[in-house]
């Protein structure tokens, strides 16, 4: 039953869901508990970091249904944790004010990439060191499913730059309450349809190679892939959709904390209609 590619397509799904929900709802946590809990977050969640690392390497050389399987979970392991560290303002960047208004276009790249520079800079090098490691590999589904998520978010972090119809702010946390003010909101920016063609491109070449697949390893492996891969599509057009993506988790996350800093309550002089 596992090596179904349907079945492969439904945990890619879950584990999309569930993982974004559990950072989420740490995150959320952290803020009510403030002070010290969001590196105690970040901290108590190393056991993830490890156990995809090694989950990764061990299965470089696995090309069997449970070795896709173990590489796919192992790679969301590593990116949720890296994931985490941002969101809870462990790892981001130097900048961590409001862009000021009138800033001019190049001001305002720089300050936003000041926003998040450390943590791009985790994410290429982890990229780079598993594309090393994974090099004439058996099994590179780890290695892949980590890359789409990586081209997915600098994708998306770019798209939210240029200008998108709907920002949702509703889980944005406390230490990061300055990001909305580099997001742009606009109908429609030079990048969205090329970052949505080229997603659609790697769908198919994704399904193409689930197509041809002549083993039942490399048959999950790209149901995976192909499942990843459509769901970072699904969610760049819930940036131009008006469509409520955010009850798929605002049922399972605590309230925030009272009185906390609410990122929709702070100026954001960058949200212009263009």
């Not at 742009?184 to 969205?192: E, G, I, P």
């Not at 469509?243 to 904390?257: F, G, N, S, T, Y």
Request: aromatic share 12%; with cysteine; glycine share 6%.
């Amino acid at each position: 039953m596992l090596s179904s590619p349907w079945i492969a397509a439904l945990v890619a799904l879950f584990l999309w869901w569930f993982s974004t929900g559990a950072i989420l709802m740490a995150v959320r946590r952290a803020d009510r508990e403030g002070n010290r809990a969001h590196i105690w977050a970040v901290l108590m969640n190393l056991p993830f970091l490890v156990l995809g690392a090694v989950g990764f390497i061990d299965t470089l050389g696995n090309g069997t249904v449970m070795g896709a399987y173990v590489a796919f979970l192992s790679a969301i392991a590593l990116w949720g944790w890296i994931e985490l560290s941002f969101l809870t303002g462990v790892i981001t960047g130097p900048n961590r004010s409001q862009m000021r208004d009138g800033a001019p276009e190049w001001e305002r790249f720089v300050r936003a990439w000041g926003t998040v520079a450390y943590h791009e800079v985790l994410l290429a090098a982890v990229l780079a060191a598993m594309i090393y490691a994974a090099w004439g590999a058996e099994n590179t589904v780890g290695m892949w499913t980590f890359a789409i998520l990586f081209a997915a978010r600098i994708s998306a972090k770019l798209n939210l730059y240029l200008g998108v119809r709907k920002i949702n702010l509703e889980f944005i946390p406390e230490p990061l309450t300055h990001l909305p003010s580099h997001f742009r909101v606009a109908r429609m920016n030079a990048l969205f349809p090329i970052s949505i063609t080229g997603l659609s491109f790697a769908l198919a070449c994704w399904m193409e190679r689930l197509w041809m697949a002549d083993t039942a390893g490399d048959t999950v492996g790209f149901a995976l892939l192909a499942a990843l891969t459509a769901l970072a599509l699904l969610e760049h057009w819930f940036m131009v959709l008006p469509l409520p993506d955010e009850k798929l988790w605002r049922w399972m996350l605590p309230d925030p904390r009272p009185g906390a800093a609410r990122p929709d309550d702070t100026p954001t002089p960058s949200q212009t209609m263009k």
